[in-house]
């Protein structure tokens, strides 16, 4: 198949973000953050990822945020390279000691006000890991200051957006 | 089966070492203990371990006939202070000098201070270097690259990771199994499955005990569905990177479809903690059944379709074809397994080479290519993932009623075992004593994909590092542990 057939299939047969708009309660709650986003920034919110030393799969699913059935970008919610740019640090892992510095470091060049959203059980408490020689005592808190927890291992995309909608409304 | 290590003196250790270096076996493991050294090669049907005593920690190193072991022979120095005789490097690889301690699982001490990691040079005239990481500009796991470069081309790329090293072997010793196979699925989350499953077979080796048919099957269904979710994703995400968005909505349309299936029929999207000694956490209902049809119906449909809009976009293919080429001996002397391999005609899949139930009944074919280059590697992916959607028909097919689990005994032993993942061959290997993990070892196979990775970049222009890198796909979780 061509590309421009596939683009007209596309445009005839409907987005492939329909069937997002199939679940009520996602559209809903992508709806709210927009608001929250325009009402407390002015603008959309951006989030810069940091990967203290998870095992990936919290990755994944932070990722599967921008495929079309969560397409969060149109909720006002944009990904950052830049700490610099960033509104949220979304924090995974347990904090490696060998991420430790670029994870302070990280936090240290996001402008205020900022949120630390820690997502998972990795980051929650260090899960599997807190303890262990290579790691932080008890994930990110331990390393700096923590604004929300996000349980799961590792939080399905439906719970990551619920949580960034609880953060913008409670602060 | 694998059986246990073979204790061998240092004559038997370098004549094992020559095998592999001279091509005879290819090495598939290389660790450490306390007190001694374990070492895994395969020839054509057979697996097996060696252990070597060495109670000072100095034993004839690998590395010095066989580069491929280099950074496990770093690994095995950080770890547990064990030292190499005639290494060809003595960097620290995990250590980062960050851990209150050295050689934290071996006779522990504490920490020097911190210095520079001596990057490898590069001299010539007008060299410039390109320094990426630990944290990137995605969202992608961290690790270092230094690209030394004469313009625009690259003369030298080295990686550095460890950033994610957790200390995952030194949670697993003294865990109970359920302990130890959560800590497993962990290693590298893409590879949850693969991974629990690794080290479920290691575990029933160890106790010789086999899980129930169903159970088996079970396993493949999952082991499908997990490849299948990863190589869609990696198609898309390959193409993004040549700027093709198209695809890569898409794929991770697609993938996002896996997922939801695989949560409706084992309740967790990533199929994580599914696969447990002695069998399946969870028995598939008939529901899930029709969810996976479904899923499967539709699947077939979606593929092909996506591989015509890759085959018959020019402008994506300019950026794939020749670009980071892996020459194919190199991938030979590495054991490079996955598509890595497959891509540069390695046809090792341990499915076939060690054929674990119920892949001995199941009919498929393991795609290979000849270029090794970017486009080689999605076309072994788009084959297997094609090839997976018939196993995946064949498992719900074929699947046998019965048990899903078998009691596990609380002994002693010792197993191991080679599962097919998406991306290659997972190691496990497992010493048990009444019922706990006395030690254990995890080999991604990232460790042989990682240096071709160095050697494919070379000669190639700056820009296409990103393309290449995610045309590689290798786990940064699943190596530093
Ligand atoms: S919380 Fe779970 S999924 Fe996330 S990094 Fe930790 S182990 Fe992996």
């Known amino acids: 198949m061509s590309m421009p057939r596939l683009l007209a299939e596309a445009l005839v047969g409907g987005p492939l973000t329909e069937p997002l708009s199939q679940d009520p309660e996602l559209a809903a709650i992508g709806a709210e953050l927009a608001e929250a986003a325009r009402n407390r920034l002015g603008r959309s919110l951006a989030i810069r990822q940091v990967d203290a030393g998870s095992c990936n799969a919290c990755e994944l699913e932070i990722h599967a945020l921008s495929n079309p059935y969560y397409d969060i970008e149109r909720f006002g919610l944009r990904f950052v390279a830049s700490p610099r740019h960033a509104d949220v640090l979304l924090v995974t892992g347990p904090v490696t000691l060998n991420m430790r510095e670029a994870l302070e470091r990280t936090y240290a060049a996001t402008p205020a006000p900022k949120w630390v959203v820690a997502a998972g059980g990795c980051a929650i408490d260090g899960g599997l890991f807190a303890g262990g020689y290579a790691c932080a005592p008890a994930g990110v808190g331990s390393v700096i200051p923590v604004d929300l927890r996000i349980p799961g291992c590792p939080p399905t995309p439906a719970a990551l957006l619920k949580a960034l909608l609880i953060l913008l409304n409670g602060r | ?481």
């Open chain 2, 1 to 481: 089966m694998i059986g246990p290590a073979i204790k061998v003196d240092a004559d038997e250790w370098r004549h094992a070492t020559q095998a592999i270096a001279a091509g005879r076996r290819t090495l598939v493991a290389l660790w450490g203990g306390v007190g001694h050294v374990l070492m895994a090669t395969r020839g054509p049907g057979d697996l097996g371990i060696l252990q070597l005593d060495c109670p000072d920690g100095a034993f004839p190193s690998v590395a010095a006939r066989h580069p491929p072991a280099i950074r496990l022979e770093r690994t095995m120095r950080d770890l547990y202070g064990l030292s190499p005789l005639g290494a060809p490097d003595e960097r620290p690889w995990l250590d980062h000098r960050r851990w209150a301690v050295r050689h934290p699982l071996g006779r522990a001490q504490a920490t020097r201070a911190l210095t520079p990691y001596p990057f490898l040079a590069a001299d010539g005239d007008g060299l410039h270097q390109v320094a990426v990481g630990p944290v990137h500009a995605g969202v992608i796991e961290p690790g270092q690259f230094l690209i030394h470069a004469s313009g625009e081309t690259v003369v030298r790329l080295e990686e550095r990771l460890g950033f994610v090293h957790r200390g995952l072997e030194a949670r697993m010793i003294g865990a109970d199994l359920a302990q130890a196979s959560r800590l497993a699925g962990r290693a590298s989350g893409d590879s949850t499955v693969a991974y629990s499953l690794a080290f479920a077979r290691a575990v029933e080796g160890a106790l010789g005990i086999e899980a129930p048919p169903r159970a088996q099957w079970l396993r493949a269904l999952m082991a499908e569905l997990e490849r299948l979710a990863n190589h869609i994703g990696d198609i898309g995400a390959i193409c993004n990177d040549a700027a093709f968005g198209l695809m890569h909505a898409h794929c991770a349309a697609l993938r996002e479809q896996a997922l939801r299936a695989a949560a409706a029929a084992f309740g967790h999207r990533l199929m994580m903690d599914r696969v447990v000694p002695g069998g399946v956490a969870l028995d598939l209902e008939t529901p899930g059944v029709e969810v996976i049809r479904r899923f499967l119906a539709h699947a077939r449909e979606r593929l092909p379709r996506l591989v015509s809009l890759y085959d018959d976009t020019a402008s994506l293919q300019d950026r794939t074809v020749g670009t980071g080429v892996v020459p194919p001996e190199l991938a030979g002397r590495y054991g490079a397994g996955g598509f890595v391999g497959r891509a540069c005609g390695v046809a090792f899949d341990a499915r076939k080479a060690f054929p674990y139930a119920p892949y001995d009944q199941l009919d498929f074919e393991v795609p290979t290519r000849t270029e090794g280059d970017v486009n080689a590697r999605v076309w072994v992916r788009i084959e297997e993932a094609s090839a997976t959607l018939g196993l995946i028909g064949q498992i719900l097919d074929g699947l046998p009623a019965g048990a899903a689990t078998c009691p596990v005994p609380e002994a002693t032993g010792e197993g191991a075992a080679l599962v097919e993942g998406f991306r290659g061959d997972v190691f496990a290997w497992v010493r048990l004593a009444g019922g706990q993990v006395e030690s254990a070892h995890l080999r991604d196979p990232s460790w042989f994909q990682w240096p071709l990775l160095e050697a494919a970049i070379e000669g190639a222009i700056v820009a296409d590092f990103p393309l290449c890198n995610k045309s590689f796909n290798c786990s940064y979780a699943g190596v530093d542990l």
